[in-house]
């Protein structure tokens, strides 16, 4: 490999994190009157039908995204990352046991760490640095100089292609794709996993499980206490 440390990218929603870190401060945030209690009401019809599986889980994150996008302007730095710093005290271990040994695997070999989300950056952060991640990427919400949220996301093209803030890391980074790992678990990893030695769609969707088979990617399931390859 030239000297160069091989990179494994990771998503974090489902794929480490057995939920996901946009949802968990959605759900808290309202909680806690940061946003207006009526705004649950926005997003509960996809919840319903995902739990009773009529709907897709897609169309409930996507909700949850337009939740934060909307409420979290005005909000206060300081306050709301005090309650992401709360949920990752809280729910740190609540993660897939596949992906958790295959990070600390990853990285007694050598490997730079990276996880890329579509979650708040200022969570996605505190959630990588207790799992070991040497770099972590996420949605940036603009603070003004007030400290406050202006409602702004920077850079939100960027942040939604993983496969091209895989590239730039491995630039970035002097890192090599040679013996690359790369993980997750819907269609917007596709681009990522593209770029893989290894690709791994773990618990994939009904898209990326498509996109697997006929691409030949290795496939892992976790259900109960039980570890599986397709």
């Known amino acids: 490999m030239g000297g ?6 990771f998503d974090i929603d489902g794929t480490i994190f057995r939920s996901s870190l946009a949802l968990e401060l959605a759900d808290r945030l309202v909680e806690r009157g940061v946003f207006p209690k009526e705004s649950r009401a926005r997003y509960e019809d996809e919840w319903r039908r995902w739990r009773e599986r009529r709907g897709l889980y897609e169309d409930y994150f996507e909700k949850i995204v337009q939740l934060l996008h909307e409420e979290i302007k005005g909000a206060s730095y300081e306050m709301v990352a005090d309650i992401a710093g709360e949920i990752i005290e809280e729910q740190r271990h609540h993660v897939y046991r596949y992906t958790r040994d295959l990070v600390h695997e990853l990285k007694d070999k050598g490997y730079y760490l990276l996880a890329i989300s579509h979650s708040p950056k200022f969570i996605v952060d505190g959630f ?21 949220f202006t409602g702004e ?9 993983k496969g091209g803030i895989l590239q730039r890391a491995v630039r970035k980074e002097g890192l090599t ?21 290894t690709p791994i769609a773990f618990n994939p969707n009904r898209g990326l499980y498509r996109e697997a088979k006929r691409n030949g990617w ?10 599986y390859t397709l």
């Open 4 to 9: 160069k440390r091989p990179v494994a990218a």
């Open 128 to 148: 990588g640095y207790e799992m070991g991640f040497d770099k972590t990427y996420g949605m940036f919400y603009a603070t003004g100089a007030s400290g406050r």
């Open 153 to 161: 996301i920077e850079d939100e093209e960027f942040i939604m292609n």
């Open 177 to 197: 794709l040679e013996g690359s790992v790369v993980v997750g678990d819907t269609e917007s990893d596709i681009p990522m996993l593209e770029l893989a030695q």
């Open 218 to 227: 290795k496939v892992v399931v976790e259900r109960k206490d039980v570890v």
